[in-house]
């Protein structure tokens, strides 16, 4: 069972979802442009991952945008956002470790036709970024406690994140062309 904090934070990002107004709806491969990708930057496998994902990207005509998340207080000065890939630290979070729709506008108010979750374990601040986007679809892992964040979850096989991402991506490529 959560613990009574894990269970306000839910809470608080479930309410700040309520807020949001957007669209949600599943736009074909073939008529899609844009794709983003939430990740935990720190993690062994997410340059892997974006490479995966950015292949895809090129294969299917869409704009990759990516951001990470350090659980660090500071960014490291090699880190350079630009225009496809941003990142942000607990330096850019409230007290609790949760985001702001304000702190993440340019994020959470941009309407990519597909916004993946990939990060193998819950991440609040990833998951708060989630809830608050105007993405038309948004893909996560299998989490019933934070249904709220995704439009589709999807359970693997296999606890494994590089399965889980294959998966997200045949499925994109796959569901609504046939």
């Not at 949600?24 to 990708?37: D, F, I, N, Q, S």
């Not at 990516?66 to 350079?80: C, N, R, V």
């Not at 096989?157 to 046939?178: A, C, P």
Request: with cysteine; proline share 4%; aromatic share 14%.
């Amino acid at each position: 069972m959560a613990s009574a904090i894990e269970q306000f934070k839910r809470w608080r990002i479930k309410k700040a979802s309520q807020a949001v107004s957007a669209k949600r709806e599943y736009t074909p491969m073939k008529y899609a442009g844009r794709l983003a990708v939430l990740y935990l930057a720190g993690d062994s496998n997410s340059e892997y991952l974006l490479k995966k994902v950015g292949k895809f990207c090129e294969e299917n005509h869409l704009r990759l945008t990516s951001f990470g998340y350090f659980d660090a207080k500071e960014l490291q000065t090699h880190l350079i956002p630009h225009s496809n890939a941003d990142f942000f630290c607990n330096k850019h979070l409230d007290v609790l470790k949760l985001p702001h729709k304000s702190e993440f506008l340019r994020f959470t108010s941009e309407k990519f036709d597909y916004l993946i979750n990939l990060y193998p374990t819950t991440c609040l601040p990833l998951l708060g970024i989630s809830a608050l986007s105007e993405a038309k679809f948004r893909v996560g892992p299998y989490w019933p406690d934070y249904d709220f964040c995704f439009d589709l979850m999807l359970q693997t096989e296999k606890e494994d994140l590089m399965q889980f991402t294959d998966d997200v991506l045949i499925y994109l490529k796959n569901f609504g062309n046939g």
